[in-house]
């Protein structure tokens, strides 16, 4: 699972597996661009370090939180042209990605929507087994879009294994 927590100044990344329903870190980074330079060759910059990571570690899926549009609208619009260009690039490779909202990830890391930055990175620590709280704070962030995409598919896993199993259950006693 690639997590993606998306810039234009910095976009945070992380590398996450699922083996046998336990969740295991396997890198994280940030790929940070210049302020001085110009936006197109700043998005560029994203789509090829995308296009890298997506190269190295093969994903099967992905995760990026949703845009959120806070005071300034003007500060989102960045954001908005740096989630296209990683969009794009996970498109380009025809990997499904999950998107959700930062209270959807807030519960599914921390159980509490409502949980500041901090919590949520102490999470993310302690889930992964990690030594340290991961820098900068948008790997951890993107590990957390990981870690709440790889818990949604194991309960949509497990309800479908469920109601797969009741209607067996349901075929044996019709039959």
């Given at each position: 699972m690639l997590g993606i927590d998306p810039g234009l100044a910095s976009t945070g990344w992380g590398i996450l597996d699922d083996v046998d329903?336990?969740?295991q870190h396997i890198d994280h980074g940030v790929i940070t661009t210049k302020a001085d330079s110009p936006r197109a060759d700043r998005l560029f910059f994203i789509l090829q370090s995308i296009r890298s990571i997506i190269e190295k570690f093969n994903p099967d899926s992905a995760a990026i939180e949703t845009l959120y549009f806070g005071r300034n609208v003007s500060s989102a619009i960045p954001v908005a042209e740096a989630r296209g260009v990683i969009s794009a690039a996970i498109a380009e490779k025809?990997?499904?990605?999950?998107e959700f909202t930062p209270n959807s990830i807030k519960l599914g890391v921390v159980g509490n929507a409502a949980a500041d930055k901090k919590q949520v990175q102490e999470m993310v620590k302690l889930i992964l087994g990690l030594d340290t709280v991961p820098k900068p704070d948008h790997a951890a962030d993107a590990l957390g879009s990981a870690i709440c995409a790889i818990n949604n598919s194991l309960l949509n896993s497990s309800q479908k294994t469920s109601h797969k199993g009741t209607e067996a259950q349901r075929g044996r006693k019709e039959g």
């Open positions: 329903g336990k969740i025809a990997i499904p990605l999950h």
